[in-house]
């Protein structure tokens, strides 16, 4: 068979050695002709809200325990000190809780109305969210609301005796709700 070449195409292959396999590169790819986008960086860690929350408040600790050491006082205290009050917080907190918990006489009731609230939350945040999406009725909810909240408070907020009968209305409601004690 007779070959015929073009003279304004040459092949030339070059290999190189990837992953223990060789792999075969044109020398098209390889000239100052090709062109290549760039590499984009690695995406960022993702990390919880908490474990930003620590680490800001870790590194306001360690600013404030570097400006005390700069003008001579002793740091260590205040780092450790930062670090102890989150802890106490929070073990306060679950002991308080904990305490409330052990004083409820019907749990079953408690824990039926937790998860009907949560389940209630849930399902509004879809229902708002399908109105959210309907074309006008946002913006006219949105009017409405402006209007309720001005008639509001010229009728109960903006002069002394109305915002006392309110603050009564209030008073009595807290009452009804909570049981005079």
């Given amino acids: 068979m007779a ?3 073009s003279p304004s195409l040459s092949l030339s292959s ?29 995406p960022p860690a993702v990390q919880s809200r908490a474990a930003k929350t620590t680490a800001y408040c870790q590194k306001i600790a360690r600013n404030v325990a570097a400006l005390a ?5 002793v740091a260590t ?6 670090e ?8 306060e907190l679950v002991q308080k809780i904990q305490e409330a918990w052990d004083k409820v006489d019907d749990k079953y009731a408690v824990s039926s109305l937790g998860v009907a609230a949560v389940v209630l939350l849930w399902s509004s945040t879809g229902v708002i969210s399908a109105i959210e999406r309907l074309p006008l009725i946002p913006g ?13 408070a010229y009728k109960n907020l903006i002069f002394k005796p109305d915002r ?11 009452k009804d709700v909570i049981g005079s004690s």
């Fill in 77 to 82: 205290a205040e780092a450790t000190t930062a």
């Fill in 140 to 152: 006219v909810l949105e009017l409405v609301g402006i209007g309720y909240t001005g008639w509001f």
């Fill in 164 to 174: 006392e009968a309110l603050i009564t209305k209030i008073k009595d409601l807290y």
């Fill in 14 to 42: 070059s290999s190189t050695f990837v992953d223990g396999k060789t792999t075969r590169q044109s020398a098209a790819a390889a000239s100052s002709q090709c062109v290549t986008l760039p590499t984009l960086p690695p």
């Fill in 84 to 91: 102890t009050s989150t802890t106490e917080i929070s073990s």
């Fill in 3 to 5: 070959s015929t070449t």
């Fill in 69 to 73: 050491t700069s003008t001579g006082e």
